[in-house]
């Protein structure tokens, strides 16, 4: 399978200059574009399909603007990342949409949770404390002092990392995001960050966001109500009622909406066949997937990988 991970399409997105960065295995990569002089729009991407098209992190992605701006669509929701703005979007989001100003000078990390998850396990934080739903992304604004500081300290370890030898550089990333990590986390603990959880207040808004945050995790293999009521301990027929209250749709339509977007990621971002993705997505054969998302795309499946080439 050849897919174009989130990784890739920041590095040469971005960049266009893989392997250059700070990086530990498959787990950790962090580059910045920040000295130098072309524009970001002057960089040639180097993969034919639109940028635009939606795609699934498979990481945890950060990014932090020193200059210029970001307009993207995380989980259906828009998000403006201005300058000394920082973006920390969780794996298994999905995002649909991204343009920026061709000024843009950033900082971007991207990283597996697993490693993530040790890397708080090993302090005395925990992240899940701050960062309360993962269909939320965390976006929050540094004053002039405290991205400056965040610049220093990224172009410090930079510099170290070049330096010592390549046996040692993982441990270097790692006590980065460690610092980092504890930065990001206090501004956090100090309040704001994951603004758009404005629905919480009340029991259906409480729900509503703990389904987006299950069909993140299980949308691509369970398409039963009662699957994600039962996480949330409450009926079927409670949930269904609080579900609608909250965001005026039903979980059904909530449901196919996360499986359509999961199939379009499949489709445009790798070389999966119709009974592949038919497969991964829990659909019991390839004809059932076809005419279930002909029904919603009104396209099929084929023709709307054709169209995205």
Same mark, same amino acid.
């Given at each position: 399978?050849?897919?174009? %991970?989130?990784?890739?399409?920041?590095?040469?997105?971005?960049?266009?200059?893989?392997?250059?960065?700070?990086?530990?295995?498959?787990?950790?990569?962090?580059?910045?574009?920040?000295?130098?002089?072309? !524009? *970001?729009?002057?960089?040639?991407?180097?993969?034919?399909?639109?940028?635009?098209?939606?795609?699934?992190? %498979?990481? %945890?992605?950060?990014?932090?603007?020193?200059?210029?701006?970001?307009?993207?669509?995380?989980?259906?929701?828009?998000?403006?990342?201005?300058?000394?703005?920082?973006?920390?979007?969780?794996?298994?989001?999905?995002?649909?949409?991204?343009?920026?100003?061709?000024?843009?000078?950033?900082?971007?990390?991207? *990283?597996?949770?697993?490693?993530?998850?040790?890397?708080?396990?090993?302090?005395?934080?925990?992240?899940?404390?701050?960062?309360?739903?993962?269909?939320?992304?965390?976006?929050?604004?540094?004053?002039?002092?405290?991205?400056?500081?965040?610049?220093?300290?990224?172009?410090?370890?930079? &510099?170290?990392?070049?330096?010592?030898?390549?046996?040692?550089?993982?441990?270097?990333?790692?006590?980065?995001?460690?610092?980092?990590?504890?930065?990001?986390?206090?501004?956090?603990?100090?309040?704001?960050? &994951?603004?758009?959880?404005?629905?919480?207040?009340?029991?259906?808004?409480?729900?509503?966001?703990?389904?987006?945050?299950?069909?993140?995790?299980?949308?691509?293999?369970?398409?039963?109500?009662?699957?994600?009521?039962?996480?949330?301990?409450?009926?079927?027929?409670? *949930?269904?009622?609080?579900?609608?209250?909250?965001?005026?749709?039903?979980?059904?339509?909530?449901?196919?909406?996360?499986?359509?977007?999961?199939?379009?990621?499949?489709?445009?971002? %790798?070389?999966?066949?119709?009974?592949?993705?038919?497969?991964?997505? !829990?659909?019991?054969?390839?004809?059932?997937?076809?005419?279930?998302?002909?029904?919603?795309?009104?396209?099929?499946?084929?023709?709307?990988?054709?169209?995205?080439?």
């Amino acid at each position: 399978m050849i897919m174009q %991970t989130p990784v890739n399409q920041i590095l040469l997105r971005f960049f266009n200059r893989v392997n250059e960065g700070m990086v530990v295995g498959e787990s950790i990569f962090i580059d910045d574009n920040l000295d130098i002089e072309q !524009n *970001f729009l002057d960089f040639e991407v180097s993969y034919s399909r639109p940028y635009s098209y939606p795609f699934k992190l %498979t990481f %945890t992605s950060a990014i932090l603007c020193c200059k210029g701006s970001i307009r993207t669509t995380v989980n259906r929701h828009e998000y403006v990342v201005g300058c000394n703005d920082a973006l920390i979007v969780q794996s298994g989001s999905i995002v649909e949409f991204l343009s920026c100003s061709d000024d843009l000078k950033i900082i971007a990390m991207a *990283f597996e949770d697993n490693g993530n998850d040790e890397l708080f396990n090993s302090s005395t934080m925990n992240a899940n404390s701050y960062i309360m739903h993962r269909s939320v992304p965390v976006l929050m604004h540094l004053d002039e002092a405290e991205m400056q500081q965040q610049i220093r300290l990224y172009k410090e370890i930079r &510099q170290f990392y070049s330096s010592v030898d390549v046996a040692y550089r993982s441990e270097v990333v790692k006590g980065y995001l460690f610092v980092s990590a504890a930065s990001f986390l206090s501004k956090l603990g100090e309040g704001g960050g &994951q603004e758009d959880v404005l629905y919480e207040g009340s029991r259906e808004n409480e729900l509503y966001l703990q389904f987006m945050d299950d069909l993140q995790v299980y949308g691509s293999k369970e398409r039963m109500v009662s699957f994600y009521a039962d996480r949330c301990c409450v009926s079927p027929k409670y *949930f269904s009622k609080m579900i609608n209250l909250a965001s005026g749709k039903t979980p059904i339509q909530l449901i196919k909406e996360r499986v359509i977007v999961e199939a379009k990621v499949l489709l445009n971002s %790798t070389d999966m066949s119709i009974q592949q993705i038919a497969e991964a997505l !829990n659909f019991p054969n390839d004809s059932f997937f076809c005419r279930y998302f002909k029904q919603e795309v009104k396209v099929s499946p084929m023709k709307y990988r054709e169209m995205g080439k």
